[in-house]
T-cell receptor, first 111, second 114 residues
């Protein structure tokens, strides 16, 4: 069974601070996605990384896929209250085209 | 972009009754859909894989007789929670994948069993 561990589980920071969320596994994934989810809504895809060592930027968000495709990080610069939400990494899809979800990071950005 | 829609978004039912949640792919055909369960501030837990025209594949620990899944067409999968109990109260989410690598999620359905 492929497992994805995210850290930290909870993170509360002040507006303007920087933060990094980590997603680690002992398994290799063909691709890795990052999602953001708000309460009562489905996850929304932020980015997909597929190549080891790949770095993608989405405004103030920087995503990196590890060289061995076993881990990933999400870095947010100058966090804003609108960044508050549950961040989920997900690896795959596997042979059944399903995703393996990380344990999640609940981010709260205080104004 | 591809859209997956769930209905209802919120439902309250009495303990012992059954409730059906629908998951539709609105602009693509999906031979496979996935059903997840999520508790507040926790990650998604895969419950089952819904296969069009065949039986669903359930994850370990998920009671197939309690969570009935039917995937009767290429655009619709349903999850029926039978003989619901308060502990079944949760947020249920479906997903589907058109051609390509992107997986799309429904908006989710809040189930409250009273």
């Amino acid at each position: 069974t492929q497992l994805l561990e995210q850290s930290p589980q909870f993170l509360s920071i002040q507006e303007g601070e920087n933060l990094t969320v980590y997603c680690n596994s002992s398994s290799v994934f063909s691709s890795l996605q990052w999602y953001r989810q708000e309460p009562g809504e489905g996850p929304v895809l932020l980015v997909t990384v597929v190549t080891g060592g790949e770095v993608k930027k989405l405004k103030r968000l920087t995503f990196q896929f590890g060289d061995a495709r076993k881990d990933s990080s999400l870095h947010i610069t100058a966090a804003q209250p609108g960044d508050t939400g549950l961040y989920l990494c997900a690896g795959g899809p596997g042979s059944a085209r399903q995703l393996t979800f990380g344990s999640g990071t609940q981010l709260t950005v205080l104004p | 972009g591809a859209v997956v829609s769930q209905h209802p978004s919120r439902v309250i039912c009495k303990s012992g009754t059954s409730v059906k949640i629908e998951c539709r792919s609105l602009d693509f055909q999906a031979t496979t859909m996935f059903w997840y369960r999520q508790f507040p501030k926790q990650s998604l837990m895969l419950m089952a894989t819904s296969n069009e025209g065949s039986k669903a594949t359930y994850e370990q620990g998920v009671e197939k007789d309690k969570f009935l899944i039917n995937h009767a067409s290429l655009t619709l999968s349903t999850l029926t929670v039978t003989s619901a109990h308060p502990e079944d109260s949760s947020f249920y989410i479906c997903s589907a994948k058109p051609a390509g690598n992107t997986i799309y999620f429904g908006e989710g359905s809040w189930l409250t069993v009273v």
